[in-house]
């Protein structure tokens, strides 16, 4: 057997890589913590170096410039860097970046203003915080430098200067690198005696008893059941030579057990096999009953649909034929009304006979009532018939509105009712004039009809999801909820008590299909008797126009 593959190596190999992983993983945990407690020990060492020399910098620069001299300027800024091995620039700057001077100076000699120009910071972020009123540190981990700018102020707490100090990071990576050595040192030793603890170990232990285990394996596996070996102890080895015997002699019984149920297993396959045969049998004849009923139901389908489609043709059939008696029954009553209706006010002004002018009056409103119904079945009839064609036009609906209340100015004076008219904003629609002219008048009549003597209508629309809501309140007699349920249903009246020649019941019915001709809704409520009425109906408002706003 390849000793690559024997259970020692197995075992062996991955406690020691795991007591590896470990340690290095505790190691370099203990090395990044101790790295980062040393930075940030040099970051607050040197922000305190800088908050406590930034006043000796600034008073000795200013003595500098009083005429101390600028080789004596130099030594003391070199006397002062040398307090702190980390840092490696000084630089004195004005809050406007300005540079006027900068330790490298002590080596390059002293930087002539007036030969070379100005010096200033070279980006804008290090300008800004050298006009801070506090002090700003950044850390370059690429670069490996700390850059601190600490803002000088003096006894009127004038703030005209501040230091630049850059202290380099180079000595914290060789700290690393020393600790990083120390590690590999440490490590070896630990692997190799940890290697020769856990061999010696595992062969006494573990390694001698399962090489008697894997022995009393393979004769089982030659066919020797019932093979007991003799392992001498109590750890969890020993348990498993116990539960291995145990097991080898459960194996035998359970060989001859098998056996048996094998035979038995066989002549139940048989029977099962049987009774599948005879399932299979009978579902293929149920798919046979289904294929043909499939066959049926298709072609109940097929006469199915041409059966509805020579019902909606007769449908279609009597649809036009209606229209055309209604027509027919519109125009054959119109044809003698229209004549009676000339000559009955005439007869009337020239009868001078009280009694014979009163039956001649209630002739002519049962004449003008039945034309009336003549004309607004008529109307109906059209507006339900599928061949009405609209003429959609862009309309203003407020001008439309204001024009149909001109003309209705009329019936508002008979009962002297107060007509308020709150459409202020100019709203375009598509609409077909004629029928929104015929819809609004209705509506109008229908107020001015229920409304109380010296009554309000109020009119007021406004815009609700691309459409145009507009309302028409009255204060009169009001509905109930029963009747507003059956307000839009033809030759329906709200009071049947009453013998209204004015009105035919069709009036909303009108309404309703022309909302609905023009992609619309139309609704009534009302808080009850004597509460009065409000019909709303919408519109849809000019795509166009609100695309041209957009």
């Known amino acids: 057997m390849n000793k690559f593959n024997s259970l020692k190596i197995k075992i062996i190999l991955p406690v020691l890589l795991i007591l590896i992983v470990v340690f290095f993983t505790s190691s370099f945990l203990i090395i990044d913590r101790e790295y980062n407690n040393t930075k940030n020990a040099l970051i607050d060492n040197s922000e305190s170096y800088a908050s406590l020399s930034v006043s000796t910098v600034i008073k000795n620069y200013m003595d500098y410039k009083a005429g101390i001299g600028f080789l004596k300027f130099s030594e003391i ?30 080596e390059e000699g002293q930087y002539k203003e007036n030969l070379y120009g100005e010096r200033f910071l070279l980006d804008n972020e290090s300008i800004s915080r050298a006009s801070a009123f506090y002090h700003s540190t950044i850390i370059d981990e690429n670069q490996k430098y700390i850059d601190i700018i600490q803002p000088y102020f ?64 393979r004769l089982m596996g030659e066919g020797e059941l019932g093979y007991k070996i003799k392992v001498n102890s109590n750890d969890e080895i020993g348990e498993l030579a116990t539960a291995f015997n145990k097991m080898s002699m459960e194996l035998k019984d359970f060989q001859d057990s098998l056996k048996d149920y094998s035979e038995n297993l066989e002549k139940l396959v048989t029977k099962r096999t049987e009774q599948l045969e005879d399932k299979t049998a009978y579902l293929e004849k149920i798919n046979k009953d289904l294929k043909k009923a499939r066959e049926e139901l298709n072609n109940l389908n097929k006469n199915l649909e041409k059966r509805i489609k020579e019902r909606t043709k007769e449908i279609e059939q009597l649809l036009e034929q209606k229209d055309g008696f209604i027509n027919q029954l519109s125009h054959d009553l119109k044809s003698p009304l229209t004549p009676l209706s000339i000559l009955i006010p005439i007869l009337k002004k020239q009868e001078t006979d009280a009694k014979k002018k009163e039956i001649l009056e209630v002739l002519n409103r049962n004449v003008e009532y039945m034309k009336n119904i003549a004309i607004k079945t008529l109307a109906l009839a059209k507006l339900n018939s599928p061949k009405t064609k609209f003429n959609f036009e862009k309309l203003n609906i407020t001008e439309e509105i204001r024009r149909i209340i001109k003309n209705k100015i009329a019936i508002f004076k008979d009962k ?69 349920r059956h307000i839009f249903e033809e030759f329906y009246k709200a009071d049947e008590s009453r013998h209204d ?50």
């Not at 002062?80 to 100076?105: C, H, P, T, Y």
């Not at 590999?184 to 006494?204: D, K, P, T, V």
């Not at 001709?517 to 139309?522: A, F, P």
Request: include cysteine; glycine fraction near 6%; aromatic fraction near 10%.
């Open 77 to 106: 800024i070199y006397d002062l860097m040398k307090l702190n091995n980390d840092i490696s620039r000084i630089q004195i700057i004005d809050v406007n970046g300005k540079i006027f001077f900068d330790s490298i100076e002590i």
């Open 154 to 217: 003096d006894a009127w707490d004038r703030h005209d200067y501040s230091v630049r100090y850059i202290f380099s990071l180079s000595n914290l990576d060789n700290l690393k690198q020393e600790m990083y050595s120390t590690l590999l040192i440490y490590a070896g030793i630990f692997i190799l005696i940890s290697f020769l603890l856990i061999f010696i170990l595992f062969n006494r232990f573990i390694t001698s008893p399962v090489g008697d285990l894997i022995k009393g394996v």
């Open 416 to 484: 002297n009712l107060i007509v308020e008219n709150n459409i202020s904003k100019k709203f375009t629609v598509k609409a077909d004039r004629l029928r929104l002219e015929e819809m609004f008048s209705n509506i109008l009549e229908n107020s001015v009809k229920y409304s109380k003597e010296k009554g309000k209508i109020i009119i007021d629309a406004k815009e609700e999801k691309n459409k145009l809501k507009i309302s028409v309140k009255d204060d009169g007699i009001g509905m109930t909820n029963d009747q507003l």
């Open 501 to 550: 020649f004015d009105s035919t019941g069709l009036g909303l019915s009108i309404c309703k299909k022309i909302v609905e001709k023009h992609k619309g809704d139309i609704w009534v409520e009302s808080l009850g008797l004597n509460k009065g009425t409000t019909v709303f109906f919408t519109l849809p408002i000019n795509n166009d126009d609100k695309s041209k706003k957009d």
